[in-house]
C-alpha cells in the first residue's frame, strides 16, 4: 500500500473592509480569493520530502504534481485534512479542470487523536511534542504569507522549510498512531496477504483470545510489529474455540 504524507499551505483572501470589527464583508468586496500557494508530500518510507509552489514551480506544474502524486496513493496522511488539506484540494482541482484522481483512502491523524485522546490541544505542534518530543518549524506569523505572496524569496525559503517540516513530521506521528486508528484501510488485504495485520500488513501477530459482537464469535489477535488488535474474517464455533 503506498501511503502519500501530505500538507498544503493556503494564501488569504483579499478584500475591501470599512471596519476591522467583525466586519461584514460580502462577495463584490473580494479583490482575490484565497488559494493553495504551495504542498509538501512525501512517500511512508522515503526520506524525500517533495515540495511544490507556486512561486518556485508556477500553478499550473504545482497543481499538476499534486494530481498526480494523488492520483497514484493509495491513501493520504493529513493532519486535519478532512476538514481543511482534502476539501481545498478537491476545490482547487475542480476550479481548474482536473479530473478527481484514482480513489484513495484518507487517514486524519487529527481525527485519530481527537477520538482517542483528551489533550489540552489538539495542533500537530502540541501533538509532536508530547508524543515525539519534536516541533514544527517556528516562523513570523502572518507576516510570512504576506511576504510569500509579496515574492520574497527569502519568505519562501522559510516557507519551504515550514512546509516541508509539517510533512516530515506526519510519518512519525502515523507510526505511533497506527495501533489506535480504527477504521484503517486494510493493508494486509491490499498487499495481497491472506492473513496478516490489518493496520500494517504484517504477518508477526498472535492468538489473544476472542471479539464478540451483537450476533456473533470472532478469533482475536495482536500485532507483534504495531501493537494493533485485529480480528478474524470469519466466525468461530465450538470447534475452534476448544482448539485456541
Request: some cysteine; charged content about 25%.
Amino acid at each position: 500500500m503506498r501511503l502519500l504524507d501530505i500538507d498544503i499551505e493556503t494564501a488569504p483572501a483579499l478584500v475591501y473592509t470599512f471596519s476591522l470589527f467583525k466586519p461584514m464583508i460580502g462577495m463584490e468586496q473580494i479583490v482575490e480569493h484565497p488559494r493553495i500557494i504551495c504542498f509538501s508530500a512525501k512517500w511512508h518510507g522515503s526520506k524525500k520530502v517533495m515540495f511544490y509552489s507556486e512561486h518556485h514551480d508556477g500553478r499550473k506544474e504545482m497543481l499538476d504534481q499534486l494530481h498526480a502524486l494523488l492520483d497514484e496513493a493509495d491513501a493520504i496522511v493529513t493532519y486535519n485534512g478532512k476538514r481543511f488539506d482534502q476539501p481545498w484540494i478537491t476545490g482547487e482541482l475542480l476550479l481548474e479542470g482536473y479530473w478527481p484522481p484514482s480513489p484513495f483512502a484518507r487517514i486524519d491523524l487529527y481525527q485519530v487523536m481527537r477520538s482517542t485522546t483528551r489533550f489540552i490541544s489538539g495542533k500537530l505542534d502540541y501533538a509532536v511534542q508530547r508524543l515525539l518530543g519534536q516541533r514544527k518549524v517556528a516562523h513570523q506569523g502572518f507576516s510570512l504569507w504576506k511576504d510569500c505572496l509579496a515574492g520574497d524569496d527569502k519568505a519562501w525559503a522559510t516557507m519551504k522549510k515550514y512546509a516541508v517540516q509539517d510533512t516530515a513530521l506526519l510519518e512519525p506521528l502515523y507510526d505511533v498512531l497506527r495501533p489506535w486508528i480504527k477504521n484503517h484501510p486494510n493493508v494486509a488485504l491490499h498487499n495481497g496477504v491472506e492473513a496478516g495485520c490489518t493496520n500494517c500488513g504484517s504477518d508477526d501477530f498472535q492468538r489473544r483470545g476472542f471479539k464478540a459482537t451483537g450476533a456473533q464469535l470472532y478469533q482475536q489477535y495482536r500485532c507483534n510489529k504495531c501493537g494493533h488488535w485485529f480480528r478474524g474474517k470469519s466466525a468461530v464455533g465450538s470447534t475452534e474455540m476448544r482448539q485456541a
